[in-house]
């Protein structure tokens, strides 16, 4: 679905929370990855007197937080879409900000393998 969008709100108590528009009546399935791993407890529910626009909310587990970069990538679960990621740096202050940048498009890599992935298996069920 290719006219979603997510704009975060906050981060507060551990808790990623955001704003998602789509064009749709029906909650959109999202998955948050960090590290290749989905994170649980994603909450996507629509907001009152708004068509089309729903809260997101992603606890972020602190055992997945540690010194270093972490980086969360949401996507819709469908598609496999990236609509947003949040970075989370702990520990020694980073003497730059390419180490974030570094995460950042890891975690994009592990996503375009595994969308390339499936893609190759469709073609050969077809």
Same mark, same amino acid.
């Given at each position: 679905?290719?006219?979603?969008?997510?704009?975060?709100?906050?981060?507060?108590?551990g808790i990623w929370e955001?704003?998602?528009?789509?064009?749709?009546?029906?909650? =959109?399935?999202?998955?948050?990855?960090?590290?290749?791993?989905?994170?649980?407890?994603?909450?996507?529910?629509?907001?009152?007197?708004?068509?089309?626009?729903?809260?997101?909310?992603?606890?972020? =587990?602190?055992?997945?937080?540690?010194?270093?970069?972490?980086?969360?990538?949401?996507?819709?679960?469908?598609?496999?879409?990236?609509?947003?990621?949040?970075?989370?740096?702990?520990?020694? =202050?980073?003497?730059?900000d390419i180490r974030a940048?570094?995460?950042?498009?890891?975690?994009?890599?592990d996503m375009l393998k595994?969308?390339?992935?499936?893609?190759?298996?469709?073609?050969?069920?077809?």
């Open positions: 679905m290719a006219d979603m969008s997510l704009e975060k709100a906050r981060i507060h108590a955001g704003v998602l528009t789509a064009p749709v009546d029906v909650a =959109p399935e999202l998955e948050v990855m960090h590290q290749a791993q989905a994170v649980p407890g994603v909450e996507v529910a629509a907001l009152a007197d708004q068509s089309g626009q729903f809260s997101v909310r992603v606890p972020i =587990p602190a055992e997945l937080l540690g010194d270093g970069v972490q980086t969360f990538v949401i996507q819709d679960k469908s598609t496999g879409q990236t609509l947003d990621s949040f970075v989370i740096v702990t520990g020694e =202050p980073l003497q730059a940048e570094m995460d950042l498009l890891r975690s994009e890599l595994r969308a390339f992935r499936r893609h190759c298996q469709a073609g050969d069920d077809a």
